[in-house]
C-alpha cells in the first residue's frame, strides 16, 4: 500500500468489504478502532505519515452528492483512498488502481482483485511476491 492508491471495494451487503478494510489497516499497523463508515460517509486514518481515507458512498442516491460533499479533493497523491459502494457515485469517481470484488458463496467468500493501472499492477505484483 502507498499514497496516491485508490482501491474500490465491491461486493453486496454484507460481503465483507469493512471487515476486509479493518483487515488492511490493522496489516498496515494500524491498532485502533475501524468503524464502518456508513453513517459518516468517510473515516480518516491519520499514522504513519499516512492519509488513508475509508469511504462508504451506500447512502447517497445521486452521484452528484459525491462533487457536493467535496470529496473529490480526498483523492489526491499524497492519501490512500479505500472506497466501499463505488458503484453510487459511478464514472466521477477517478480511475480505481485497485479494484475488489467479494462474493459470498454459501459461508465462504470468493475475492477478485483487479489491477487498473499501472501502479495497481505494480502494487499486486508486491503482494503477490
Ligand atoms: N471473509 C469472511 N468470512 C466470514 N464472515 C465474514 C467475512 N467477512 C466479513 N464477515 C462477516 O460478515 C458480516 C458483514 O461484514 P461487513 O464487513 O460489515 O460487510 P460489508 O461492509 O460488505 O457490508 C460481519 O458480521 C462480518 O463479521
Ligand atoms: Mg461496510
Known sequence: ??????????????????????????????????????????????????????????????????????????FNTNSICLVEWPEKVGKLLPKADIQIFINIIETARNIEILAGTEAGRQCLNEWKA
Do not use: C
Open 1 to 74: 500500500m502507498r499514497p496516491g492508491l485508490i482501491i474500490f471495494l465491491n461486493g453486496n451487503l454484507g460481503a465483507g468489504k469493512t471487515t476486509l478494510a479493518r483487515g488492511i489497516l490493522r496489516g498496515m499497523g494500524y491498532q485502533g478502532k475501524v468503524k464502518s463508515p456508513t453513517y459518516n460517509l468517510v473515516e480518516l486514518y491519520n499514522f504513519s505519515r499516512l492519509y488513508f481515507y475509508h469511504f462508504d458512498f451506500y447512502r447517497f442516491d445521486d452521484p452528484i452528492e459525491w462533487e457536493e460533499a467535496g470529496f473529490r479533493e480526498y
